[in-house]
């Protein structure tokens, strides 16, 4: 992470950039505010490097001509055509029996949203400061959306290593239903002539890349199986179609898509 951040705003919400600034500082994000008369997309192009920028749709990260945010209200129209019979992760983490569900790799949390659209009881867990204050932003103003109220109501933000968040729950004895796993960037171990065929990265999966460390085993995953097979009745991992198993651990069973599938590890309940 750069060691200080840009935080553009316009003259309009100063008040909302400093409410921003207060909570970045309090999760040890160095953010220096800046007056600009115009966010739009000229003023992104002359300001490539990685900033932050408030307007009235809340927090936004920006870097090389683009901004993004996880942006809930935009999900609305694939909410209303998703139900428990058309898509496959429903069935990979069994919505239909309303289970409560840990997903231990954020990202954007628009996995989240639809399984608590599909009747989850989500726990979503990110440890990086700026992904999670997006994420909180993001919840707050699908709060105000009479549509997503009701199911944003179910997901609860977690501002926690997920690693030292499983232990936590193995350590109290904690069982849950399912623990959803969908590593960030699994394109760096995935079989590589599905590498080479894979499209362009999406926007937002592009600031994402800019924004998050890219060594370390935070992205990957395969730390979180182990741990998550210890209190999950079952383990669910997103993975591209031809991905090898996360951590090399062979599944119980998987659901396939056109680009994507779904591991499923299943376990016997814990006895507390």
Same mark, same amino acid.
């Given at each position: 992470?750069?060691?200080?951040?840009?935080?553009?705003?316009?003259?309009?919400?100063?008040?909302?950039?400093?409410?921003?600034?207060?909570?970045?500082?309090?999760?040890?994000?160095?953010?220096?505010?800046? /007056?600009?008369?115009?966010?739009?997309?000229?003023?992104?192009?002359?300001?490539?490097? /990685?900033?932050?920028?408030?307007?009235?749709?809340?927090?936004?990260?920006?870097?090389?001509?683009?901004?993004?945010?996880?942006?809930?209200?935009?999900?609305?129209?694939?909410?209303?055509?998703?139900?428990?019979?058309?898509?496959?992760?429903?069935?990979?983490?069994?919505?239909?029996?309303?289970?409560?569900?840990?997903?231990?790799?954020?990202?954007?949390?628009?996995?989240?949203?639809?399984?608590?659209?599909?009747?989850?009881?989500?726990?979503?867990?990110?440890?990086?400061?700026?992904?999670?204050?997006?994420?909180?932003?993001?919840?707050?103003?699908?709060?105000?959306?009479?549509?997503?109220?009701?199911?944003?109501?179910?997901?609860?933000?977690?501002?926690?290593?997920?690693? *030292?968040?499983?232990?936590?729950?193995?350590?109290?004895?904690?069982?849950?239903?399912?623990?959803?796993?969908?590593?960030?960037?699994?394109?760096?171990?995935?079989?590589?002539?599905?590498?080479?065929?894979?499209?362009?990265?999406?926007?937002?999966?592009?600031?994402?890349?800019?924004?998050?460390?890219?060594?370390?085993?935070? *992205?990957?995953?395969?730390?979180?199986?182990?741990?998550?097979?210890?209190?999950?009745?079952?383990?669910?991992?997103?993975?591209?179609?031809?991905?090898?198993? /996360?951590?090399?651990?062979?599944?119980?069973?998987?659901?396939?898509?056109?680009?994507?599938?779904?591991?499923?590890?299943?376990?016997?309940?814990?006895?507390?």
């Amino acid at each position: 992470m750069v060691s200080e951040l840009r935080l553009f705003v316009e003259h309009d919400f100063q008040e909302k950039a400093q409410q921003y600034f207060a909570v970045l500082s309090s999760r040890g994000v160095a953010v220096k505010i800046e /007056l600009v008369e115009k966010l739009n997309a000229r003023f992104f192009r002359l300001n490539p490097d /990685l900033a932050l920028c408030v307007d009235i749709e809340g927090l936004w990260l920006s870097a090389n001509g683009m901004k993004m945010q996880p942006d809930w209200k935009a999900e609305v129209g694939r909410l209303k055509r998703a139900s428990l019979k058309s898509e496959m992760i429903a069935r990979a983490c069994n919505l239909g029996e309303k289970p409560k569900l840990i997903d231990a790799t954020a990202g954007l949390g628009h996995d989240s949203l639809l399984m608590a659209h599909l009747g989850a009881e989500v726990t979503l867990v990110e440890r990086h400061p700026i992904l999670f204050t997006l994420l909180e932003s993001s919840k707050a103003q699908a709060e105000n959306d009479p549509f997503l109220k009701p199911i944003v109501a179910r997901i609860h933000l977690v501002f926690s290593d997920s690693a *030292d968040y499983l232990k936590r729950q193995i350590a109290q004895k904690k069982i849950v239903d399912v623990v959803y796993l969908d590593p960030m960037f699994p394109q760096r171990d995935q079989n590589q002539n599905a590498v080479k065929k894979q499209a362009q990265v999406k926007k937002q999966m592009q600031l994402l890349h800019v924004l998050l460390p890219k060594d370390g085993d935070m *992205d990957l995953g395969d730390h979180l199986l182990e741990l998550a097979r210890k209190m999950a009745k079952r383990v669910v991992v997103k993975r591209p179609r031809l991905a090898v198993f /996360l951590a090399d651990q062979k599944t119980n069973h998987q659901w396939h898509g056109d680009a994507c599938r779904f591991d499923a590890y299943f376990q016997h309940p814990i006895s507390e």
